[in-house]
């Protein structure tokens, strides 16, 4: 048996823990007190009031955070809790300068918790460590960008590099970064969407001929008769989403959760921009709650699917006219009577095992489908996560078709993704996987002949970190150590790769955990000027919804020596590929509107770029399901599956474990340590279990405990994972079901629990037991 345990930073439980009876309600004046009071701490009253009037407003900067749409006509104050302390974090009066990098070697950072780092404050400099050096010193930045382009260049192989990046690049950096990689010869292009919705764009590419979301925001406010929220907490994770559910309550919409959490955000909504959010008793969101177990989503969706199937047969023996829609499955779709003999031999009992929910609480839930015209089904991590995520994403499509709640009004599939412009990056061509006519167009525009091998996604990135196939590791933004599963593989292969390269707004785990050289690039951030080239520069991004729009910093650089990402990638580039190479990496550094002309004429929908992203709002691209209902699939219409149910069972005495996040947390960046919504305050080593579990375990609310993942490896060995000191938190989940924060315990995710197809890691399904502390 192998153990890997967590390292020693966090072992000791947090004195200072408090916890409370959880909410059920979020928002309302409690969530402006804190989302200021974070403003006013990090950046002061001037800075504050300078970002937030201007806020995801038309000609102002988008949200750093998520990618929620803005509506038509912006609220006055169009920001939520969560996305003020991003503003706070990024705004902070605090630095991490050259002083602190002396006073601080990296051994002793190393030593710091995730939410230490990030307190440190903005990183003002180019910093470089040395190999066998404990500290990060100060260099410029032709020595720092000329020893990255020395690296590239003497590489044995491009595939020897990889460049990561996350959801907070904008368009414009995100294109020129894939085609600096592409243009050195690889496509190791991870990102943070093969952590999070590579597993929706895989199924949705399958059944409906593209991988993103099928609705604008109209159609939940304005259209939809049902809202299927599903394995997502948009109270903490996406908190202007709330708002659009009490629109669409408000006109009569029903609204369903299915969670195996009870979540604050979908019980009551008490909206701060409304009197009854702030005197009253605010909005019931939610009118039916499936608390179903991790990773039964697939069985239910399967179980609801053949109620309808069966339901239309009823109706058609009957003499009435079916429930499903017949005229659309004929015209737009293929597959149908294959998916219909699968859901007819589905096993009840395999479904009563999966989901733990009584039959009469689906059938529930059918009916509510039957009474709605207009259905959007919305979901986050919760379903992708898992091994069978692509399986239950083409099924939850199947469940959209059979009643043609696609390509039209108040219909249709909704990812919700999580960073701002994680959508973009992947429309930029950040994929390790591009498709030929992307590189076609590619090849066209600038004259070379781009890799067609797929490169490494982020779990194969890992394993070629440990396996020393990579020299040089680059990131643009994010923080891939924090991010990423099996916490000490991760940790170590970053170690010992030859140079690590952050560019960075602010210091974050992956910094101290450097490579045997390792260089950390500070650049602007969102809400800052950008006056490259000597002009006021302007960026763009794609939210959820596919709207494409502008986004255009207000403060002062925290430091004059901050570059943006765009000029860094364009210098870097300069320097690597040589005097030789025609792009005019120079004139896209010092004028963006260049670079948005290029796009125009690679990535299809960008025609007449600059114009159409100027227009208040912006332009939304093409989407052919939802526009026409064109389905550019390999059949050319939508698809029907047959997905094999593979219950998860459990060995005895073990639960089912999800990494989630804490309301005070977004992604990687932990802004503090309260999660007021499940009465988690000063701490963050918890795992919330049903109080059933514990007791049938030996345990009670409060002990402490090691969290210890079983996983069995090719050969059938156990390896045993280990995250130390956590308090247990009698919690109203799903029974077999546990919850903990992450990155704390992705130590305790496998590298190779992954999901079938996308290769996402399989976090929200993690087999644990309990530990005593001793």
């Known amino acids: 048996m192998t153990d890997v345990s967590d390292d020693a930073r966090t072992d000791a439980p947090e004195t200072t823990l408090r916890i409370g009876p959880p909410r059920t309600s979020a928002a309302g004046v409690p969530g402006v007190v804190h989302g200021l009071a974070h403003v006013l701490d990090e950046a002061g009253v001037a800075r504050g009031l300078r970002t937030l009037p201007v806020l995801n407003q038309h000609g102002g900067f988008d949200c750093p955070g998520c ?20 503003i706070a974090e990024e705004a902070t009066r605090k630095r991490a300068d050259a002083a602190f990098f002396a006073e601080h070697p990296i051994s002793e950072l190393a030593t710091w918790t995730d939410h230490r780092l990030g307190k440190a404050g903005r990183l003002t400099e180019p910093m ?5 050096s404990d500290h990060y010193r100060p260099v410029s930045w032709d020595e720092a960008l000329d020893l990255v382009a020395g690296e590239l ?29 592409r243009k050195i010869g690889t496509n190791n292009l991870p990102d943070c969407s093969n952590m999070c919705h590579e597993s929706s764009g895989t199924a949705l590419t399958e059944t409906l001929g593209i991988g993103k979301g099928s609705v604008s925001l109209e159609d939940i406010t304005d259209h939809a008769d049902l809202v299927v929220v599903v394995g997502q907490n948009p109270g903490t994770n996406h908190p202007r989403m709330l708002t659009a559910l009490e629109h669409a309550k408000e006109r009569g919409a029903r609204i369903v959760a299915i969670n195996p959490l009870p979540e604050a955000g979908l019980q009551t909504f008490k909206n701060p921009q409304r009197v009854k959010g702030v005197v009253g008793a605010g909005t019931k969101l939610a009118d039916r709650f499936l608390q179903v177990r991790l990773a039964g989503d697939l069985a239910l969706f399967q179980a609801v699917n053949r109620l309808l199937l069966e339901a239309d047969d009823d109706a058609r023996t009957a003499g009435h006219p079916g429930v499903l829609d017949r005229a659309f499955i004929a015209e737009h779709t293929s597959g149908f009577e294959r998916a219909a003999a699968a859901w007819r031999a589905l096993d009840w009992a395999d479904v009563d095992a999966a989901t733990g929910l009584d039959r009469s609480e689906i059938e529930g839930f059918v009916e509510d489908v039957l009474a709605a015209k207009n259905v959007v089904v919305c979901w986050a991590m919760g379903l992708t996560q898992h091994k069978q995520s692509v399986a239950t994403i083409r099924e939850v499509v199947s469940f959209l078709l059979l009643r043609g709640n696609v390509g039209r009004p108040g219909a249709g599939a909704c990812p919700v993704r999580g960073h701002s412009n994680v959508q973009g990056d992947r429309t930029m061509g950040i994929w390790e996987r591009p498709t030929p006519a992307f590189l076609d167009a590619l090849a066209a525009e600038f004259g070379f002949e781009p890799p067609r091998e797929p490169g490494y996604d982020v779990v194969e990135t890992v394993r070629a970190l440990r396996d020393g196939h990579l020299r040089v590791f680059m990131a643009v933004g994010g923080n891939f150590a924090a991010a990423t599963p099996d916490s000490a593989v991760t940790e170590a292969a970053l170690r010992e790769v030859p140079l690590t390269v952050h560019v960075s707004t602010k210091l974050n785990r992956s910094h101290v955990l450097p490579g045997r050289r390792s260089l950390v690039l500070p650049c602007l951030g969102r809400t800052e000027r950008d006056l490259t080239g000597g002009r006021e520069q302007v960026v763009t991004v794609e939210d959820s919804m596919s709207v494409v729009h502008t986004s255009r910093g207000r403060l002062a650089p925290a430091s004059a020596s901050l570059r943006s990402e765009t000029a860094i990638l364009c210098d870097l580039a300069r320097r690597t590929l040589g005097p030789e190479d025609p792009t005019p990496w120079e004139e896209f550094a010092t004028d963006y509107a260049r670079v948005r002309d290029a796009i125009s004429r690679v990535v299809p929908g960008f025609e007449d770029f600059e114009r159409r992203v100027a227009e208040p709002g912006g332009f939304v691209l093409p989407h052919p399901p939802r526009d026409a209902r064109v389905f550019p699939t390999t059949t050319g219409k939508a698809n029907f599956t047959v997905n094999e149910l593979e219950v998860v069972r459990v060995p005895e005495g073990r639960l089912l474990l999800q990494t989630v996040r804490s309301h005070d947390q977004f992604n990687t960046t932990v802004y503090g340590l309260d999660d007021r919504y499940r009465g988690v305050r000063n701490g963050r080593r918890v795992v919330f279990v049903h ?17 210890v993942s079983e996983w069995p490896d090719a050969d059938g060995a156990i390896t045993e994972r280990r995250a130390e000191g956590f308090r247990a938190v009698s919690f109203p989940t799903a029974r077999g079901c546990a919850a903990a924060y992450f990155p704390e315990t992705n130590v305790l995710v496998p590298l190779d629990h992954t999901a079938d197809q996308s290769n996402t890691p399989a976090s929200k399904s993690v087999v644990i037991r309990l530990e005593a502390a001793r």
């Open 67 to 86: 990618a929620w749409p803005e509506p038509g006509k912006p609220h006055l104050a169009e920001f939520c809790e969560n996305g003020a302390k991003a």
């Open 153 to 181: 260049r003497g590489l044995g192989s491009p595939d020897q590099a990889a460049f990561y990046t996350s959801g907070r690049t904008s368009n414009e950096a995100a294109f020129l970064y894939q085609l600096l990689a």
């Open 128 to 132: 470089l460590r040395d190999e066998g």
């Open 691 to 707: 109080p059933d579990d514990l007791t049938e375990r030996g345990f009670a609310d409060g002990d402490t405990v090691h969290l």
